[in-house]
């Protein structure tokens, strides 16, 4: 099938990056089931010293598999509610390159997952930490969400409208619990320091989405202009140096 042929070179493709090996290739992420792939991936540690590369390794090789084959991962998300933000953010950057590549994507599903997975408290809690001295917190995952909405709002196969409330929904959430430092005094140039942080990528992807939901045919164009003021006003109001 075309499937398989697009999937061929990849199958055996191994994953290092600088002296860290992922100890999955691609093959062997793609053969396994993905309730057996979740539970590795909790377990996973690495080898001292170079267990961040491996588990730096690892995510790449999971984001690979996830640009190779993106169904393996839509079809069934639940096992993967529980793995760590360095993962998570592999999944979707794999999803975000499929996309690019013209691939469709399972909206619905993503969208269920993502907010099944930040809505909890051991999200914002950072319990979903890899077992490594590496720190990878839960901005990681919700930066690579933003880039995947981005992308699917210009994408050849762009997330379908039924969605928007969706979306609009997740972005509310993070809104509401993301939580972030005043440092406007310490910021010598605000249009460099936007983009570069979590809030200003969630920023930046909303207004964004409200562009796309202005140019199109969605009933409910003005009520999420409107709450693109309240929210945006709120975090003005909180005096975000991104806003």
Known sequence: TNTDVELEPVIKM????????????????????NRELAEYLLKFKGTAPLEDLEMRALAEAIRVATRANPQKFTEDFEPFLNIGYLYVAGILEGLR????????????????????????????????????PMVVTHTRAINAFCFFITESLRSENPIPEKLFGKVEQIIHLILEKLEFKDISEEISD??????????????????????????????????????????????????????
């Not at 994507?105 to 930490?129: G, H, N, P, S, T």
């Not at 009520?223 to 991104?242: H, I, T």
């Open 14 to 33: 191994e994953v290092e990056l600088d002296r860290g090996k992922s100890p999955l290739d691609v093959g062997q992420i793609l053969g396994m089931e």
């Open 190 to 243: 605000y249009v460099i320091h936007s983009p570069t942080t979590t809030l200003g990528r969630v920023i930046e992807a909303y207004i964004k989405f409200v562009l796309t939901v202005n140019r199109s045919s969605y009933g409910e164009k003005v009520p999420v202009k409107n709450r693109f003021v309240e929210e945006y006003e709120k975090l003005l109001r909180k005096e975000a140096a991104e806003a």
């Open 97 to 132: 390159d499929a996309l690019t590549e013209g691939k469709p994507i399972d909206y619905e599903e993503v969208l269920d997952y993502i907010e099944k997975y930040m809505d909890c408290d051991e999200f914002w809690q950072d319990k979903f930490l890899v077992q490594s």
